[in-house]
């Protein structure tokens, strides 16, 4: 999980969501007719899918695990919990059918105080929570909320987590290979490779090895040319302008 900027959405869409909640307020703000209009908002789901899929890192990628499985609009905050947010945008991420539907389900666990435990990664750094294990693959718990996130979403089942440690040798092997083409001056090899990087799954796990690049054990663990290749400054696509 990592750290996404929430996109301003054009006006059209903001007056479509607009126009829905408040027909979705004077019909008293049910369940049962959230998830109705929901439904039948299908032009409306294709406009917010487009804009969650421009702010993703990836193709296609869950903004939960990463995955990139062909996810789908997910509401933070269920609807069967805070119907009146069915169309706020603050409450739409991408989401695979593994985090959703078939883990997080209608779970949105708070504390005392009625305070969201989920981690929320485009309004917080997902790090400050989880920490990316590279030679385990697992996500490691820093807090309470941390650990309550990767319970509900299952972020360390076994699919997941091979997935993921099959990415940190890709990401190498993609990294070397951006090195060499730099050191051969073949720009369009560089250009390739590195708009390729953007468009992987798991891009957490790139994300985690840029956070581990300077700790002192980094060449054992990534490897002297990989972190060599990490010190190029524009494959950190999260500092960038």
């Not at 997902?126 to 807090?143: K, Q, R, V």
């Not at 040798?169 to 951006?178: E, G, I, K, Y």
Request: proline letters at 6%; aromatic letters at 6%; charged letters at 25%.
């Amino acid at each position: 999980m990592i750290r996404i900027e929430r996109r301003e959405l054009p006006s059209t869409i903001v007056k479509k969501l607009r126009d829905k909640t408040g027909k979705l307020a004077a019909a008293g703000s049910k369940p049962v007719r959230a998830r109705s209009m929901w439904r039948g908002a299908k032009a409306l789901q294709r406009d917010l899918r487009d804009q969650l899929q421009l702010m993703a890192m990836g193709i296609n990628c869950c903004m939960y695990c990463g995955d990139g499985l062909s996810p789908d609009i997910d509401h933070f905050e269920p609807l069967s919990l805070a119907p009146e947010r069915t169309f706020d945008w603050l409450n739409h991420l991408l989401a695979c059918a593994h985090c959703n539907s078939h883990h997080k389900r209608d779970l949105f666990p708070r504390d005392q105080l009625g305070r969201p435990m989920l981690v929320d990664p485009t309004c917080e750094e997902p790090a400050d929570h989880l920490e990316f294990i590279l030679s385990t693959g697992d996500y490691e718990p820093l807090t309470v909320r941390g650990e309550i996130t990767v319970e509900t979403f299952k972020l360390n089942r076994d699919a997941l987590r091979r997935s993921r440690l099959a990415a940190v040798h890709m990401f190498s092997s993609m990294l070397r290979d951006r090195s060499r083409a730099m050191a051969d001056g073949n720009h369009g090899r560089v250009e390739e490779v590195t708009a390729s990087l953007r468009e992987q799954p798991f891009a957490g796990v790139l994300y985690a090895m840029l956070a581990y690049k300077d700790q002192p054990a980094a060449a054992l663990v990534i490897g002297t040319d990989t972190l060599q290749a990490l010190s190029d400054p524009t494959v950190n696509f999260w500092t960038l302008p």
